[in-house]
């Protein structure tokens, strides 16, 4: 990759004006308070890539990396810069100078097929439920895992048995007259780490009227990669997940996890995909994408009918690929107000990002910490008895804090509640 070469980059980067104004709400400078790692930094830096004025090298990659990619600068940029798009090139243009065997194998060999991941999951919820994580940790032997992991394999406390793929059908029938063929985009943190989610969602599509098709072939959405610094891979995920996708008769494609959606919405893979032939197949796929809180309001159109109260207090997490990526934040809330009984109680700041963002909060596990701690205030002063949230990610590491400091307070998605209300067995 030449960065003189990518066309967004360098229109972006004439439109710096250098103002400063995305200093003032970015949560990794909150917390570090050195400019080197402000948004406006980073542009910098990019520049100085792009210019050949610094080295494309680790050092540089380290201080491009203490971001969380949460797209909070990009709202009040008055220029309009996504500057996480920017930083995810720079990231990919010093990884390709400086490549790593243990990411190589991690992110091209492993992460690229779900049968490995699902493997490594298992592996996981083996270790923890033999005692052996435990055990492991009470010798000190977690201590040895390279780089932040030592910490952050804490974060996967609870792994799950089975996943949803292994649970769930390739072809899941609709209860009645069907109304809709689905497509439904499993994403790798709704499948290894929150099965609940994809079973609750499954349920309250088919007793809608859908049919529910999850695909066994498609694979991650390549947010992962994009982060870090394997945009090369992420353009084979995205060219793989189009074929499956657009290969089969749909009537719509939904997700329910907030990166995922992000990562396939129009806007990204044009820009993933850029100039390679794929515009027609990527306004094929996506016109038919949906987040799956506004397809169940706005196209099924669910009601409240035959839902039983639940009685409880909810508070919600905005994602950051959700809300801000996006722009959607009213559905989520919208799907809590419609079950009878729950109270719906906003925290301060209810988009401020959790830390987590993907692998960050195992690359940087100590940053992510202090992020995290922030939002785990806001939310104690809420009393609530449920986190609700929309990502996998986000909530893996809002279990973590609930873990922490706040007795373990389950965390959940929207539709979950929804299926309990339903009548679903939690
Ligand atoms: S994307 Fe988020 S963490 Fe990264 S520079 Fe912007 S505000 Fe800061
Ligand atoms: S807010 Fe936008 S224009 Fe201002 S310094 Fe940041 S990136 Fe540049």
Redesign the pocket.
């Given at each position: 990759m030449n960065l003189k070469e990518v066309p967004l980059l360098n229109e972006q980067l004439k439109k710096c004006v250098r103002c400063g104004r995305?200093r003032t709400?970015?949560?990794?400078?909150a917390e570090i308070k050195n400019e080197t790692v402000a948004?406006r930094g980073?542009i910098f830096m990019v520049q100085a890539l792009r210019d050949g004025k610094v080295k494309p090298d680790a050092q540089v990659y380290d201080r491009l990396s203490n971001?969380?990619?949460?797209?909070?600068?990009s709202g009040v940029c008055p220029s309009g810069l996504d500057?996480?798009e920017l930083n995810e090139y720079a990231r990919s243009y010093i990884y390709e100078k400086n490549p790593s065997m243990i990411k190589d194998a991690l992110f091209d060999s492993i992460w690229t097929r779900p049968s490995l991941l699902r493997a490594g999951g298992f592996f996981m919820w083996a270790a923890n439920k033999s005692g052996l994580q435990g055990f492991a940790r009470t010798l000190g032997l977690t201590k040895l895992l390279p780089g932040g992991l030592s910490k952050a394999e804490q974060i996967m406390h609870d792994p799950v048995m089975r996943t949803a793929r292994a649970t769930l059908p390739v072809i899941n029938p609709p209860r009645g007259n069907k109304k809709f063929r689905v497509g439904y985009f499993l994403g790798c943190g709704t499948d290894l780490f929150s099965p609940s989610v994809a079973i609750a969602a499954v349920e309250v599509l088919t007793s809608w009227g859908c049919e529910v098709v999850i695909p066994d072939n498609m694979k991650c959405c390549g947010l992962p990669h994009i982060a870090n610094g394997k945009i090369s891979t992420a353009q084979d995920l995205a060219i793989h997940n189009l074929k499956v996708f657009n290969d089969l008769e749909l009537d719509y494609i939904i997700t329910d996890c907030g990166s995922c959606s992000s990562a396939i919405s129009e806007k990204r893979l044009k820009m993933l995909l850029e100039n390679q032939g794929y515009d027609e197949q990527i306004e094929r796929f996506c016109s038919r994408v949906h987040d799956l809180n506004t397809f169940l309001l706005d196209i099924v159109g669910i009601d409240n009918q035959g839902l039983k109260p639940l009685n409880l207090k909810v508070t919600y997490h905005d994602p950051c690929h959700l809300a801000k990526a996006q722009g959607i934040r009213q559905a989520p809330r919208d799907i809590l107000g419609l079950i009878p009984g729950l109270e719906l109680i906003e925290m301060q700041d209810s988009d401020r990002?959790c830390g987590a963002s993907g692998t960050f909060s195992i690359t940087h596990y100590d940053l992510s910490m202090k992020i995290l701690n922030r939002k785990m205030k806001t939310i104690a002063d809420t009393g609530a008895d449920v986190i609700a949230t929309c990502c996998p990610s986000c909530t893996l590491q809002l279990k973590h804090g609930s873990n922490l400091h706040y007795n373990n307070t389950p965390v959940q998605h929207p539709v979950e509640l929804l299926a309990l209300a339903a009548g679903q067995e939690s």
């Amino acid at each position: 990759m030449n960065l003189k070469e990518v066309p967004l980059l360098n229109e972006q980067l004439k439109k710096c004006v250098r103002c400063g104004r995305c200093r003032t709400v970015c949560p990794v400078l909150a917390e570090i308070k050195n400019e080197t790692v402000a948004p406006r930094g980073h542009i910098f830096m990019v520049q100085a890539l792009r210019d050949g004025k610094v080295k494309p090298d680790a050092q540089v990659y380290d201080r491009l990396s203490n971001c969380l990619l949460c797209e909070t600068c990009s709202g009040v940029c008055p220029s309009g810069l996504d500057i996480p798009e920017l930083n995810e090139y720079a990231r990919s243009y010093i990884y390709e100078k400086n490549p790593s065997m243990i990411k190589d194998a991690l992110f091209d060999s492993i992460w690229t097929r779900p049968s490995l991941l699902r493997a490594g999951g298992f592996f996981m919820w083996a270790a923890n439920k033999s005692g052996l994580q435990g055990f492991a940790r009470t010798l000190g032997l977690t201590k040895l895992l390279p780089g932040g992991l030592s910490k952050a394999e804490q974060i996967m406390h609870d792994p799950v048995m089975r996943t949803a793929r292994a649970t769930l059908p390739v072809i899941n029938p609709p209860r009645g007259n069907k109304k809709f063929r689905v497509g439904y985009f499993l994403g790798c943190g709704t499948d290894l780490f929150s099965p609940s989610v994809a079973i609750a969602a499954v349920e309250v599509l088919t007793s809608w009227g859908c049919e529910v098709v999850i695909p066994d072939n498609m694979k991650c959405c390549g947010l992962p990669h994009i982060a870090n610094g394997k945009i090369s891979t992420a353009q084979d995920l995205a060219i793989h997940n189009l074929k499956v996708f657009n290969d089969l008769e749909l009537d719509y494609i939904i997700t329910d996890c907030g990166s995922c959606s992000s990562a396939i919405s129009e806007k990204r893979l044009k820009m993933l995909l850029e100039n390679q032939g794929y515009d027609e197949q990527i306004e094929r796929f996506c016109s038919r994408v949906h987040d799956l809180n506004t397809f169940l309001l706005d196209i099924v159109g669910i009601d409240n009918q035959g839902l039983k109260p639940l009685n409880l207090k909810v508070t919600y997490h905005d994602p950051c690929h959700l809300a801000k990526a996006q722009g959607i934040r009213q559905a989520p809330r919208d799907i809590l107000g419609l079950i009878p009984g729950l109270e719906l109680i906003e925290m301060q700041d209810s988009d401020r990002c959790c830390g987590a963002s993907g692998t960050f909060s195992i690359t940087h596990y100590d940053l992510s910490m202090k992020i995290l701690n922030r939002k785990m205030k806001t939310i104690a002063d809420t009393g609530a008895d449920v986190i609700a949230t929309c990502c996998p990610s986000c909530t893996l590491q809002l279990k973590h804090g609930s873990n922490l400091h706040y007795n373990n307070t389950p965390v959940q998605h929207p539709v979950e509640l929804l299926a309990l209300a339903a009548g679903q067995e939690s």
